[in-house]
């Protein structure tokens, strides 16, 4: 709640939050819990007049509540709430290299298209990078180059909805990797470096 209202008072308009465990509880068990309760800081946020998205982070360990299902089902829940779609952690979620097509990323963007609207396509919040995983999901951040994340079938899927918005390099060599990231993005798309 300090980083969204001190977030926001700095000219933030987007505040991230991992939305935490399934402590092995069933998913939907721990939604009923996390939903109102998210409900609880919207409504502060309100009262304080801080006018920012909060966006539960897509994680990539199958334990933890954030799968695309779980973000999409907090964001329909209320306002003031859209998902902070981390692709990365969406393909090391299943832990057995999924998740890495142009027809899963294409299946995943109609999804989040019909139950959240197309204009949320135009203002999504991406995390990228690179990312090691095993049978439970996320181990760590890579580079772009040690992964084996389609970053092109990525880009093909986001670009043939109409998507925009902000991605973040998250890459342990932030700086090299955001500019592939722009360079894949720009012969994708066809648009020119301005």
Not at 32 to 45: F, M
């Amino acid at each position: 709640m300090d980083a969204a209202h001190y977030g926001y008072l700095a000219g933030a308009t987007d505040i991230i939050f991992h939305p935490g465990s399934y402590f092995l509880n069933d998913p939907a068990e721990v939604l009923k819990v996390a939903i109102p309760r998210l409900k609880g800081c919207i409504d502060e946020l309100r009262k304080s007049g801080d006018k920012v998205t909060i966006r539960p982070e897509t994680m990539g360990k199958s334990a933890m509540l954030g799968s695309f299902e779980d973000a999409i089902a907090m964001s329909k829940a209320m306002d003031m709430v859209q998902p902070c779609l981390d692709f990365a952690h969406l393909h090391a979620r299943p832990g057995d290299g999924t998740m890495n097509t142009y027809d899963e990323w294409a299946k995943l963007l109609e999804v989040y298209k019909r139950e959240l609207g197309a204009e949320a396509l135009k203002s999504l919040h991406i995390h990228l990078s690179g990312i090691e995983y095993g049978p439970k999901g996320e181990k760590n951040h890579l580079t772009l180059a040690e992964a084996d994340l389609d970053l092109k079938a990525l880009f093909k899927a986001l670009h043939e909805f109409g998507c925009a918005g902000r991605i973040l390099c998250e890459s342990p060599i932030m700086e090299e990797d955001a500019l592939k990231m722009k360079k894949a993005w720009m012969k994708v798309s066809g648009e020119r470096d301005k």
